[in-house]
């Protein structure tokens, strides 16, 4: 088979691609939500709110730029974003 008529990624890549998609995902609903819940305080802390709004369109900007092609980004973000998500939802 020519090398020009194959794929540029494979099944595999297109899976690990999506679960760096969802975990990207999963981190910013973490955001808006501790965002939420300190707006609904009496006195929400608004340095806060706004860390958390700017962690947030990391995370945006970082999945707008996200690559199927790039498997060294992918699994850096299967590896840390997914270690992250588990602390984060054993608290």
């Known amino acids: 088979m020519n090398p020009e008529n194959q794929p540029k990624w494979t099944h595999e890549d297109c899976v690990n691609y999506e679960s760096a998609r969802e975990l990207i995902t ?15 305080k009496v006195a929400p802390d608004l340095v806060a ?17 996200l690559d199927v ?3 060294e980004n992918i699994a850096r973000i299967r590896r840390d974003y ?3 998500i588990r602390r984060l939802s054993a608290a």
Do not use: C, P, V
């Open 26 to 40: 999963h981190l910013m609903a973490f955001r808006s939500e501790w965002i939420a819940r300190e707006r609904a």
């Open 49 to 65: 709110i706004e860390r958390w709004n700017a962690e947030r369109g990391s995370y945006a900007a970082e999945l707008r730029g």
């Open 82 to 84: 997914g270690a992250e």
């Open 69 to 71: 092609t790039d498997r």
